[in-house]
């Protein structure tokens, strides 16, 4: 089993920079794929971006070049830096994770076990 707990989520103008991080406690944690979803108020939730234990990378069209996804497993955590924001970046942004390789496209939601809380991100213009 993996706990994941997501930290570093504000208000933020935009243009503005964040990271979020994802901190994960349980076993295995090396073997899974990881994932960053968001929903936005109203919305459907996206999958965002993820990557696996050999660190291949998948993004959201809506954020490739602005967001990049990694992770450093020594300290079982999971990041996301979240740059050029704008508001419709706004929503809650949860981390998940999946045992063994992750989709050849961007995360789906539904194919992930373990989930966080979600995190706020606010951009205002």
């Known amino acids: ?3 994941l707990v997501e930290l570093g989520g504000g208000s933020v103008q935009t243009g503005g ?22 929903q936005a108020p ?19 069209d809506s954020v490739k070049g602005r967001f990049t996804v990694s992770r450093d497993n020594a300290k079982n955590t999971l990041y996301l830096q979240m740059n050029s924001l704008q508001p419709e ?8 994770a999946e045992l063994g390789y992750c989709s050849g ?18 951009v205002s213009s």
Do not use: N
């Open 42 to 60: 109203g919305k459907e939730r996206e999958g965002v971006a993820s990557i696996d234990r050999y660190d291949t990378t998948r993004y959201a």
């Open 105 to 122: 496209g961007p995360p789906v939601f539904g194919w992930f076990k373990y989930w966080g809380q979600g995190t706020q991100v606010t």
């Open 1 to 3: 089993q993996v706990q």
């Open 89 to 96: 970046d706004t929503a809650v942004y949860s981390c998940a």
């Open 17 to 38: 920079s964040l990271r979020l991080s994802c901190v994960a406690s349980g076993d295995k944690y090396h073997r899974y794929c990881m994932a960053w979803f968001r």
